[in-house]
């Protein structure tokens, strides 16, 4: 099947299996490894369209792609472990070039007949690589030094490798750190962590010199196909898309528009659970930026009212989404008919919000633009950055032109300041935690940190401590800052906020916003915690 023919069949469905792609592409098997996201992201960056699949896809699940190489990525069992995942056969069977990363390596040799053994000592952390480059081709380190520092994190290891293969490095605690035949090549360490020197080059080495691939993905690439592929798939139908005035669905605004024009009609909905003075700015903003007319749909009371009593954060979410699609459809027969319905959903939303039916990683939140969306849903849906991390977003976002003040804003969820007040939402608490969210965007702003702090927000929570004020002993709410650093909201670090900024923070929210008597700061991590408190 011809690129050209992918983008054709694609146009059959509302929901393509993979992004359409005119470029070379690879895919990332994930065995489980908590760096395999880094692999499809680092290949990428080396100008190759890349996706991540489960490790047990089908070749029919990959064969749309027409990759043109395999990457194995690491994992945490023991391939003799009963139950670890194998490799699938036609990873052999098609002949394709392939890189095995770690636990994908040890598939490799044990596939190929070499053999892999608990090693006598464990190697974790940062390992002294020394290039054997006299034993075979090393095109894997071509244009790298002979002794490289790396990344290991492995138990297990090739003790022999497979007939014919050559060990191309080692290190001291792994006989075969590197080993490579043909266009078939294994290494011990994880080229894509920071961690290790030349990570980036080892993998270009692999996409360009091994697989052949040709490094033309770019935004102006992705630009292209996007634009061909909505216009195949949109024909003359009309798009309504949801319009929150974050990166994302601006982006996806720009890019359909781009596409079809005046088929598209973006719709805000004021939902009742936005930031201080946010509808307005949207407005703004857009009508600023965009040449084309935004539809305001006003619906606060009628999300507050169906979210009245409701709890449970998933809960939450599925109203908040179904009321999303019921403000859609009638202002979809104001205007419409519409075919379709847009949405600026990335990568990471469906990696996260996937469930185990379809045996990706598990089921971590639905996210509304993903999961929420109710059964009965009279649109087609169209997600054209769906295969896209939020940086690539931002590139392609500028590429179309498109503002800092629009692809710089940090990212705000869809259910809104509903997943940051706890429980059922109340609208007194909307008050309190709208005025506590100004303060610490303000004061971050101002100390010119929002550059470098990717999320930052107040979370009120359904806790009341004793305080004292004046003379008085007061009984008021307890208020979170949540302020994190992160690349692609996967995992997230806590911002090491100045002291002084802090200080400011808390001392006006307690001042300024009555009702809230103590304020905490949330030193979590994402894993185990989570960005958003729900
Ligand atoms: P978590 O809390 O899952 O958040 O670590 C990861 C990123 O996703 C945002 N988020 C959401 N976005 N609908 C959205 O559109 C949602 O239901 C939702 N929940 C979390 C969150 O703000 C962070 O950027």
Redesign the pocket.
């Known amino acids: 099947m011809t690129a050209h023919d992918l983008i054709a069949d694609a146009s059959q469905t509302t929901d393509p299996e993979h992004g359409i792609t005119t470029d070379d592409a690879v895919i990332v098997l994930d065995f489980g490894s908590q760096y395999s996201q880094l692999i499809t992201r680092r290949v990428r960056e080396c100008g190759v369209y890349c996706e991540m699949l489960h490790h047990d896809a089908t070749w029919d699940e990959v064969a749309g792609l027409e990759p043109k190489g395999v990457i194995l990525s690491g994992g945490p069992n023991s391939v003799y472990a009963d139950g670890a995942p194998q490799l699938p056969s036609w990873v052999l069977d098609r002949d394709l070039p392939v890189l095995g990363i770690c636990y994908g390596m040890q598939l490799l040799a044990r596939a190929l007949g070499g053999a892999v053994e608990p090693g006598n000592r464990k190697e974790y952390g940062q390992a002294s690589l020394t290039v054997a480059r006299a034993t075979g081709d090393a095109t894997l380190f071509e244009d790298t030094p002979n002794q490289i520092n790396v990344w290991m994190s492995h138990g297990d290891h090739v003790s022999t490798p497979p007939d014919g293969f050559h060990i191309i490095a080692t290190s001291p605690n792994s006989p075969v750190a590197a080993m490579e035949r043909g266009h078939v090549v294994g290494i011990q360490f994880h080229p894509e962590v920071n961690h290790t020197e030349y990570g980036t080059d080892i993998l270009r080495n692999f996409l360009t010199r091994i697989a052949g691939c040709t490094p033309t993905w770019s935004s102006e690439s992705f630009i292209d196909d996007a634009v061909q592929q909505i216009r195949d798939q949109v024909g003359d139908g009309k798009v309504l898309l949801g319009l929150s005035g974050g990166v994302d669905s601006s982006v996806a605004a720009a890019l359909i528009h781009k596409a079809i024009g005046d088929q598209l009609t973006p719709v805000f909905v004021n939902n009742g659970l936005l930031r201080e003075g946010e509808a307005e700015m949207v407005q703004e903003v857009f009508a600023r930026h965009f040449g084309m007319p935004l539809v305001y749909a006003d619906a606060g009371e009628r999300f507050l009212e169906m979210l009245s009593g409701v709890e449970d954060p998933e809960l939450k ?1 599925k109203v908040i989404g179904e009321q999303f699609i019921r403000v859609f459809e009638r202002e979809a027969a104001k205007a419409g008919p519409f075919d379709f319905l847009a949405q600026g959903t990335l990568y ?2 469906v990696i ?1 919000s996937t469930t185990k039916d379809t045996k990706a990683a598990a089921k ?6 993903v999961g ?1 969306l109710p059964d009965d849903m009279q649109f087609a849906l169209i997600e054209p950055l769906k295969f896209l991390f939020k940086d690539e977003v931002r590139k392609v976002g500028r590429a179309l032109g498109l503002p800092d003040e629009i692809v710089e804003r940090q ?5 809104g300041l509903a ?1 940051r007040t706890m429980g059922a939402v109340v609208d007194d608490d909307l008050v309190l935690l709208r005025g506590a969210d100004a303060i610490v965007r303000e004061e971050i702003e101002a100390a010119g940190l929002a550059g470098d702090v ?2 930052y927000f107040a979370v009120l929570l359904p806790v009341r401590s004793t305080g004292v004020m004046g003379d008085d002993r007061t009984y008021g709410r307890v208020c979170a800052i949540r302020a994190i650093t ?1 690349q692609d ?2 995992t ?1 670090d806590w911002a090491r906020l100045p002291f002084e900024v802090l200080a400011l923070i808390s001392n006006r929210i307690v001042n300024e916003v009555h009702g809230i008597t103590r304020i905490v700061y949330d030193i979590t991590s ?1 894993p185990p ?4 408190w729900e």
């Open positions: 979410r990471p939303d996260e971590i939140k639905t996210h509304h633009n929420g990212p705000f969820p869809g259910p997943v990717w999320q992160s909201a996967m997230a994402k915690a989570t960005i958003e």
